[in-house]
């Protein structure tokens, strides 16, 4: 077999210090799910892309490119990741100019749109159609006994929900910002829960201004202790946000991610009223080769 050429790029930030890294395989054809886990996990990375060519679309082929795209972390295949599908639509705007995509995911099909600003690119992706659901009140105890907050360190304004939005994610509240920031969580014990919900991340939320939040999300599911900045959470944060009323229908959320770890990004979280899909976007940047 012969060995794809893996990319690595930052998504949700412009600066390679920033943002979350993923692999990129742009042409995957012929590779198996242990062959791509086994990428994955070499890489280290929480999330690799692999996509597969699958040609234009529309009269005479001339509509967006089309990929079938997976998405594997060290330890699994997950449906859906937002910074890699950031990533890998930077990736392919550098080799053939910015546009639009079709990414055809395991959650469902996943429309991307590149563009350069000032020099920098920016990518665009639109979520499946996203929903909540309530946490049964012993699975949140559980989830907060794992990550040892107590239950007065939440923020009674936003109530803890899982949101999907082409992954599974329990969005819990945190009241400050300096409870956000001490995070250390039992492994063992959060992950047993997470695989039990099917939850591909948490998403821990504080509330800095009517439209700003910052974001941490554990990830131990995937291999990794923290995800530092996270697409599809943040498209399920969005529709968890309008589903309770936290924000209008038509908005435009700014999420700050990865600033405790010392690789900040930002990702834009766009709600356009009568559409219930969610538009995710950031900036995106090649990382150093070694």
């Not at 239950?151 to 992954?167: T, V």
């Not at 697409?231 to 309008?242: E, H, V």
């Amino acid at each position: 077999m012969t060995h794809p050429e893996v990319l690595r790029y930052t998504a949700f930030s412009a600066d390679p210090a920033g943002g979350n890294p993923a692999g990129v395989v742009l042409d995957s054809t012929g590779l198996d799910a242990a062959a791509m886990l086994g990428i994955a996990a070499a890489l280290g990375y929480s999330e690799t892309a692999f996509l597969t060519p699958a040609g234009p679309t529309g009269p005479g082929g001339t509509g967006p490119g089309v990929f079938d795209v997976r998405y594997f972390s060290p330890k699994t295949e997950v449906p859906f990741c937002g910074h890699a599908t950031v990533a890998a639509a930077v990736a392919l705007a550098e080799r053939s100019g910015p546009g639009a995509l079709l990414f055809r995911t395991a959650a469902g099909e996943v429309p991307v749109e590149t563009a350069r600003n000032d020099g920098r690119l920016r990518a665009t992706l639109t979520s499946v159609e996203p929903h909540t659901e309530e946490i049964a009140d012993a699975d949140l105890t559980e989830a907060l006994a794992a990550l040892d907050w107590p239950a007065a360190d939440l923020d009674p304004a936003l109530p803890p929900r899982i949101a999907f939005a082409g992954a599974r994610h329990l969005v819990i509240g945190a009241a400050t910002r300096e409870r956000l920031a001490a995070l250390s969580y039992d492994v063992p014990r959060l992950t047993a829960l997470m695989e039990r919900l099917d939850l591909v991340t948490l998403q821990l939320v504080h509330r800095a201004a009517p439209e700003v939040f910052h974001v941490r999300d554990p990830f131990p599911v995937g291999g990794v202790y923290e995800d530092p900045a996270t697409g599809a959470a943040a498209a399920a944060f969005g529709a968890y946000a309008r589903e309770l009323g936290l924000v209008p229908a038509a908005s435009v959320l700014t999420l700050h991610q990865g600033e405790d770890l010392g690789r900040p990004g930002v990702l834009t979280v766009e709600l356009r009223a009568g559409d219930p899909r969610v538009r995710v976007s950031g900036e995106g940047a090649a990382l150093p080769t070694a």
